[in-house]
């Protein structure tokens, strides 16, 4: 873990009034996002969250708490807590419910970011669970375009599954249904650089690369990846997250424009192993598989056939080595957030700008 980027983060955090529990869960989920190189989900969002305890919309130092019990099936309101505290307390609950029924079906409603949803993932794996993941997100305006639209109806729900290994890391399908994350669009637009095409329409729903298109009016959209396949999936992830859990849909009775709010629903499944193919056939297996999916000879250009999870283990690798890249726009925002709640002079590092 890069230990001063840790520490400012908790530093802001504990400032802000979170407890030093609370600080540190969001640091070590924000930092871990950082080093496995998704920075649009790293401590670039401490200006938003700290936003959102100071206008009401996280709610500091508050807990999961079940409100439908039905064994194997339950329901969780995050109550808008800070969601590093609220997903990781209602995953501790689910994997004790799979544990005992060999699955629990979980539905996490009202939580504030849950920001990478991987970390769930790997949480569920850590306890031999697998375990898949849908997500939606209200609070704020619509940001993704469904398939064939020319604006947006919905935001960058992200989907997750997560299978363990025996003696390995897991296996971490994790992605936003959206061609990009809107963090990455955020990141884009903080350095002032054009996106690839076939990511972004403008207003018009003509396709575009200017990352502006988010964060300026007239506004335009990220486009749903995969076509009609991951558009239909962005789509399912609202039915499930929002629809079926009772955490609400992203519609126009939860769409708020001009707010910071970010509200995550999830449904979770968590299945043990132990309860289906048995845990030998099972690890077994996914090794089998795992190797013989990899032994593709790669394409030209393509060093080696991965894994999913693969890829973030060797960003984690090379930045625990030569450290995390921030932005100076990022790193602007995060002084001024320090300052704004008043964290120590010596608590900021001054590190070197990339
Ligand atoms: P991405 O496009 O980088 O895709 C990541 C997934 O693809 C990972 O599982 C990765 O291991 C796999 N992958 C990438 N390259 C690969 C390769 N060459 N071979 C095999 N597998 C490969 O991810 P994204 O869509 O930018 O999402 C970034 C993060 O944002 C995710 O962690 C997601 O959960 C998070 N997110 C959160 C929210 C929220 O509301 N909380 C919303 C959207 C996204």
């Known amino acids: 873990m890069p230990d001063r980027l840790h520490a400012f983060t908790m530093a802001i955090?504990?400032?802000d009034g979170s407890s030093?529990?609370?600080?540190?869960?969001?640091?070590?989920?924000?930092v871990l996002a950082n080093l496995y190189g998704h920075d649009s989900h790293g401590v670039g969002m401490m200006p938003a969250y700290i936003q959102n305890t100071t206008t009401g919309n996280c709610t500091r130092n508050h807990h999961a708490k079940i409100s439908r019990d039905n064994g194997a099936v339950i329901v969780i309101d995050g109550g808008a807590g800070y969601g590093q505290v609220i997903a990781k307390e209602a995953m501790d609950i689910g994997i004790d419910r799979a544990r005992k029924h060999g699955v629990c079906v979980l539905g996490l409603t009202n939580s504030h970011h849950i920001g990478r949803i991987g970390h769930w993932g790997e949480q569920c794996a850590r306890a031999g669970m697998v375990s898949t993941h849908w997500v939606n997100v209200h609070g704020h305006k619509?940001?993704?375009?469904?398939?064939g639209g020319a604006e947006p109806r919905f935001t960058t729900n992200p989907y997750c599954t997560a299978v363990p290994r025996k003696g390995k890391e897991p296996i971490v399908l994790d992605f936003a249904t959206s061609q990009v994350a809107a963090g990455k669009v955020r990141v884009a637009n903080n350095k002032q650089v054009r996106m690839d095409e076939g990511l972004l329409i403008d207003a018009a729903g003509n396709p575009t690369t200017d990352p502006g298109v988010l964060y300026n009016p007239p506004f335009g959209a990220i486009l749903?990846?995969?076509l009609h396949k991951g558009g239909g999936l962005a789509v399912i992830c609202d039915l499930l997250a929002g629809a079926l859990t009772g955490g609400l849909t992203h519609s126009p009775r939860t769409i708020k424009k001009d707010s910071t709010r970010i509200i995550n629903n999830m449904l979770s499944i968590i299945i043990d192993p132990a309860a289906m193919g048995g845990v030998e056939t099972f690890e077994d297996e996914v090794?089998?598989?795992i190797t013989w999916v990899k032994s593709a000879r790669p394409q030209a250009g393509v060093a080696e056939v991965l894994a999913p999870g693969e890829p973030e283990r060797a960003r984690r690798a090379?930045?625990?080595?030569?450290?995390?890249?921030?932005?100076g726009t990022t790193w602007q925002q995060l002084i001024e957030v320090a300052r704004k709640v008043r964290v120590n002079d010596?608590?900021?590092?001054?590190?070197a700008v990339a």
């Open 346 to 351: 010596t608590e900021i590092p001054g590190v």
């Open 20 to 30: 030093d529990e609370e600080a540190r869960l969001v640091a070590d989920h924000l």
């Open 224 to 226: 749903p990846f995969g």
């Open 142 to 147: 619509s940001l993704v375009a469904p398939f």
């Open 287 to 289: 090794e089998t598989f």
């Open 13 to 15: 955090c504990r400032a």
């Open 318 to 327: 090379d930045r625990e080595k030569n450290g995390v890249p921030i932005d």
